[in-house]
């Protein structure tokens, strides 16, 4: 039986259904390995990304793996000026999680998270477990229930 995430716990407690994926972590680099070893579309598998917006408040990004960021759209999508990536070496403290690992889902903090719109158009959408090597797949109503989150075009 494959370990659980603190995430998976989490969904798991709160009666949140999900589907689990494992691989071995050496096989993926980015969020498109992540799609390719788990033989998923990159536009179904989204990858977590923090910033910090002028204000110095931190903000969660989610969105499809095979795409970029654009960070005047997020700003945008904030109300703020602009933003930029945090430092990997920042994550941790602010999140909770390691590079490669970060689940929009039992950050430290409650963070304002927005979730690219194109997940609207799937039933499903993949995203980390909250460590390397672990990613869960859920509809976004499921996700409602466990995060705050607003769809928006931010890349």
């Not at 659980?4 to 407690?13: A, E, G, I, P, S």
């Not at 390995?33 to 998923?40: P, S, T, Y």
């Not at 904030?78 to 945090?86: A, F, L, Q, R, W």
């Not at 590079?99 to 158009?121: F, Q, R, V, Y």
Request: charged share 25%; proline share 3%.
């Amino acid at each position: 039986m494959e370990e659980k995430t603190n995430v998976m716990r989490f969904l798991d407690q709160k009666k949140i259904k999900y589907k689990s994926y494992c691989y071995a972590h050496t096989d993926a680099v980015n969020g498109l390995d992540v799609a390719h070893v788990l033989k998923q579309n990159p536009e179904q598998v989204f990858k977590t990304l923090v910033t910090m917006g002028k204000t110095k408040k931190y903000y969660v990004f989610v969105i499809p793996v095979s795409n970029e960021l654009d960070l005047k759209k997020a700003a945008a999508a904030v109300n703020e000026k602009s933003i930029e990536m945090i430092k990997s070496r920042d994550l941790l403290p602010i999140t909770g999680y390691v590079h490669g690992g970060c689940s929009p889902i039992l950050m430290k903090k409650s963070l304002l998270t927005i979730i690219h719109e194109s997940a609207a158009n799937w039933d499903t959408i993949i995203f980390s477990a909250g460590k390397i090597g672990y990613q869960i797949e859920m509809d976004l109503a499921e996700l409602k229930k466990v995060i705050d989150f607003k769809l928006d075009d931010v890349i």
